[in-house]
């Protein structure tokens, strides 16, 4: 299974964007690059997901390195409800191997 | 269209008993997979079933076990408690089609909170 690296935190003003890393270097080729966010106290939740392509829905935009080796979660305008912990998570089947996550603070 | 129930919510059992957690996924789902989650570890794979089979399992002690129903609902059980199985138990259901995996998407049930005291 891919490993992922993120940071461990981060911080954004409110309705500004914010670009969340994600690192994934040895992701296979049939793996899909999965973004879920876990709000306090909440399951986690789907945010987006890719291959190959960039991918844009009405939560965030991914953007996705053309070596898959890494990707970016962009949230377009940060607002309080995203605070959240963020996963990237590389996959191919239903195990989901959740890392630890950017806890991302938005400050009013 | 409903989402993922898990019941109960909140339970406090005592070292040595047995629980059982209760997931209904979403209507057409066919799998359900568990979570847990703890402040030391993060979300850990339990196991995942499809068409009541269980078809991932975890790195976990053989006293964490499931099944699926004919109505994909599942249950997870946990025999013989412990101290360190205090955590927030996590089910999430996806259509698994089978023709691309890695695109299925989860979705999340707000968890059943286990303390053992």
């Known amino acids: 299974d891919a490993k992922t690296t993120q940071p461990n935190s981060m911080e954004s003003n409110e309705e500004e964007p914010v670009h969340l890393p994600c690192n994934h270097s040895?992701?296979?080729?049939?793996?899909?690059i999965h973004w879920y966010r876990q709000l306090p106290s909440q399951g986690p939740e789907y945010v987006i997901h890719?291959?190959?392509s960039n991918v844009n829905n009405r939560m965030a935009s991914l953007a996705i390195a053309e070596d898959r080796k890494s990707s970016t979660l962009i949230l377009h305008r940060a607002t309080l409800r995203d605070a959240a912990v963020y996963y990237c998570?590389?996959?191919?089947?239903?195990?989901?191997?959740f890392g630890t996550g950017t806890s991302l603070t938005v400050i009013p | 269209k409903a989402g993922v129930t898990q019941t109960p919510r909140y339970l406090i059992k005592t070292r040595g008993q047995q629980v059982t957690l209760s997931c209904s996924p979403i209507s057409g789902h066919r799998s359900v997979s568990w979570y847990q989650q703890t402040p030391g570890q993060g979300l850990q794979f339990l196991f995942e079933?499809?068409?009541?089979?269980?078809?991932n399992k975890g790195n976990f002690p053989g006293r964490f076990s499931g099944r699926q129903f004919s109505n994909s609902r599942s249950e997870m059980n946990v025999s013989t408690l412990e101290l360190g199985d205090s955590a927030l138990y996590l089910c999430a259901s996806s259509i698994r089609d089978r023709k691309s995996s890695g695109a299925n998407v989860l979705t999340f049930g707000a968890g059943s909170r286990l303390t053992v005291l």
């Open positions: 040895t992701i296979s080729g049939t793996d899909y």
């Open positions: 890719g291959l190959t």
């Open positions: 998570i590389p996959n191919t089947g239903n195990q989901f191997y």
């Open positions: 079933y499809f068409s009541e089979t269980q078809r």
